[in-house]
């Protein structure tokens, strides 16, 4: 999860995600060339969203979901906390489907 520590319009790096990716995922991955490792594609050809947020906004994500920070194009800093829970013994799965 990322909690907005102020207030973050959406060209100012904020949460990015792909909307709707858990409708096209297996569309997509069969779309990659073979070999092609998923986990090192760009995300932003995918139809990325910034997402602006308010000081004390806190989203939460399942982690299968694109997601990144956009571009900070504003003179404004980005002031966030990440949390990350997962279980202790979470094994890392190569294949997506």
Do not use: M
């Not at 571009?71 to 997962?86: C, D, G, I, M």
Request: aromatic share 12%; proline share 8%.
């Amino acid at each position: 999860g990322i909690l907005y520590l102020t207030d973050t319009e959406a060209n100012q790096g904020a949460f990015t995600l792909v909307p709707g990716f858990h409708h096209k995922c297996e569309k997509w991955l069969q779309s990659l060339p073979p070999g092609a490792n998923p986990r090192n594609q760009s995300i932003e050809e995918l139809g990325t969203l910034a997402i602006a947020a308010n000081a004390g906004d806190f989203i939460i994500w399942h982690h299968a979901l694109p997601h990144g920070s956009s571009p900070n194009s504003s003179h404004k800093p980005r002031y966030v906390q990440y949390f990350n829970y997962a279980p202790l013994n979470q094994e890392h799965q190569e294949k997506w489907i």
